[in-house]
């Protein structure tokens, strides 16, 4: 036990030095990128709510569907060419929260894994970390609307 | 075209990106995570009524950060849990995200077989 | 029996073998590097013509095996012995070669330790009369671990400043007894002695700061290896870790002056040397391939020509495994140290 605990002390005062010494990320400067890309990202889906509203004269519904889709083309095929991944290197955060980012967390994959198969490789690997994100958003939007059922009662 | 909205949806969209980033800077969260948290968080400020306030502010400044992904399944879950009842709260989420998640799919899979990756220089 | 073991790590050897020959094969991004043009293959495609990175990873093990025997005019078939390793799933860059080779095979893991894993048993297995002739040989290769270890390629995101760069590589080294009088590559240079490291962990749990993972590792090799052989820093020209990084091995430093260990300006690190800095690799580079391609094309060649006369090459291995980060647990680390000297 003794030895045990000691042991633990050597941990903590090693994990604590390196802390202390490890090179910092660039916070500040990473955080202008990522205000930028993130800002530009979001404003190319603008232009699509846009031209959804005026042009194609859409509802609601039909503007956000068309901006998800337009924006998830684009991720996904800024991917394909391989570009998606160099953005991501400058932008950091401003590339991975849009939903070209989303998309981008589904392509990647699905290309990477296309070696090992069509159906185990792409299809199953395409989710990854876009199953996450699609349990845990389907699952508590179902939360929201069971409790939307009570409260309404 | 109103160049306030892109002004807003500029400044709401590269916010969003920023505590993303604040997050994987600061706490060393993985990219996953960040994702997961950011549409959970969009399904739960909807459902306070705390982030329609902000798409109608920002636009898509709003709805294209993962946020507004949640923001859509929440908002969908609770739209059709009025008018369906139970059933309406599990189909509604999904109906309402319905565009963006088929897109991810097809385009996903179009581009996988399409392209190959190359390596990182 | 004559005793070959001092203390509990440290072994030397009664006849040292030689280390005959040596080859590499790296990607294009280390061939950009200072040392490329040490290298003998630099491939622009790092696929090779091959359809996955993974069969163009197994043909870099199993190329430069074959060419490190060219060098001494040998054919598999006069080869005793085959030890290597990877960095992949059940070493199958290792296993797969040597189904090629067909040259009897001990698989060995040591994470990026592996070189200096091989050379060491590999000597062991020669002094010890149970081989003549040992390959001994370490691959990693950037695209095959990235997508094992980490995020597909074309995922968009940023490296930590910890973050270390696999090398794209394969170096292998030819071991042989001390009486070989055929062709060689090296005719100066043997294996003297060496100290099998422990694992040690302190705990690092972020896989990307490997360096400082493995530091504590190094800095526990090291001070065994001076206590045992009864000798200092001051013994070595040089004291070379594998793939530290500049962070790791600032933190190599630090842990060996509380052990009063001073390094001075004998500390070399193969992760800082195989790479630029304006390559934009973060901390260096790391891998089974770091080391194994900056002491075979680099270091014994220097050394062959006298540049300096012993060297403890100490490769450092990050044992992490996805699974157990995913479950919380810290990176152990290891480091075996190879006593190299020019005769």
């Known amino acids: 036990m003794g030895e045990k605990r000691q042991k633990t002390a050597q941990e903590q005062r090693y994990q604590q030095r390196v802390n202390e010494k490890m090179p910092r990320s660039k916070t500040v400067s990473q955080c202008v990128r990522a205000f930028i890309a993130g800002g530009l990202i979001c404003c190319i889906g603008q232009a699509v709510r846009v031209f959804g509203e005026t042009t194609l004269h859409l509802d609601a519904e039909g503007v956000a569907a068309l901006t998800a889709i337009v924006m998830v083309f684009l991720g996904a095929t800024l991917t394909g060419f391989g570009v998606y991944d160099k953005i991501g290197t400058w932008a950091g955060a401003g590339s991975i929260v849009p939903i070209t980012g989303f998309a981008n967390s589904i392509v990647s994959p699905a290309m990477e894994f296309k070696r090992e198969g069509l159906i185990l490789g792409t299809a199953a690997k395409m989710f990854t970390i876009a199953g996450p994100v699609l349990v845990y958003g389907i699952g508590a939007s179902v939360i929201v609307g069971l409790i939307a059922c009570l409260l309404a009662k | ?121 | 029996m004559k005793q070959k073991r001092l203390g509990r790590q440290t072994v030397v050897f009664e006849a040292p073998p030689r280390i005959a020959a040596g080859a590499t094969i790296v990607g294009d991004m280390e061939g950009a590097g200072p040392l490329g043009g040490y290298f003998d293959l630099i491939l622009e495609d790092d696929t090779w013509g091959e359809d996955t990175w993974e069969k163009a990873e197994r043909k870099m093990f199993e190329q430069t095996v074959r060419r490190a025997l060219e060098r001494c005019a040998m054919q598999p078939a006069e080869i005793d012995l085959l030890l290597g390793g990877d960095l992949l799933n059940q070493i199958i860059t290792a296993n797969f070669a040597a189904r090629e080779l067909a040259i009897p095979f001990l698989g060995l893991y040591g994470a990026c330790s592996t070189m200096a894993e091989s050379l060491l048993l590999g000597s062991m297995l020669i002094d010890g009369g149970y081989a003549g002739h040992v390959a001994c040989a370490a691959t990693s290769h950037f695209s095959t671990a990235e997508r094992q270890y980490r995020f597909p390629l074309e995922m968009g995101g940023q490296t930590t400043p910890t973050a270390q760069r696999t090398v794209t590589g394969a170096g292998s080294s030819l071991l042989v007894e001390a009486g070989y009088a055929g062709g060689a590559q090296f005719r100066h240079i043997f294996v003297t002695g060496g100290t099998i490291g422990r694992v040690v962990d302190l705990g690092i749990t972020d896989a990307n700061n490997m360096g400082a993972a493995m530091a504590p590792a190094a800095a526990d090799t090291l001070a065994a290896h001076l206590r045992e052989q009864n000798r200092t820093v001051s013994d070595y020209d040089m004291i070379v870790t594998g793939d530290l990084g500049s962070f790791g091995s600032e933190m190599f430093n630090e842990l060996c002056r509380d052990k009063g260990i001073d390094l001075s300006d004998r500390h070399r690190d193969c992760g800082n040397m195989i790479f630029d800095l304006a390559q934009k690799v973060d901390c260096g580079g790391s891998g089974c391939g770091c080391s194994a391609v900056t002491l075979n094309a680099f270091l014994l060649r220097r050394m062959e020509e006298g540049d300096f006369t012993r060297m403890l090459f100490m490769a450092t291995g990050a044992l992490m495994s996805p699974t157990a980060g995913m479950q919380g647990d810290s990176i152990p680390g290891i480091a075996h140290a190879v006593v190299i000297e020019r005769r």
Do not use: H
Not at chain 2, 37 to 55: I, K, M, R, S
């Open chain 2, 1 to 121: 075209m109103d160049w306030i909205d892109f002004f807003w949806a500029f400044v709401i969209g590269g916010a969003i990106c920023v505590v993303g980033q604040l997050l994987i800077s600061l706490t060393r969260l993985t990219p996953a995570r960040i994702l997961v948290l950011f549409v959970t968080l969009g399904v739960v400020l909807t459902a306070f009524g705390l982030y329609e306030p902000l798409v109608e502010l920002a636009g898509a400044g709003a709805t294209v950060p993962l946020t507004g992904f949640g923001y859509a399944l929440g908002k969908g879950a609770m739209e059709g849990a009025m008018e369906n009842g139970v059933i309406g709260a599990f189909t509604g989420g999904i109906t309402a995200t319905a565009g963006g998640v088929a897109a991810a799919i097809v385009f996903g899979y179009l581009n996988a077989v399409i392209f190959t990756p190359k390596t990182k220089k």
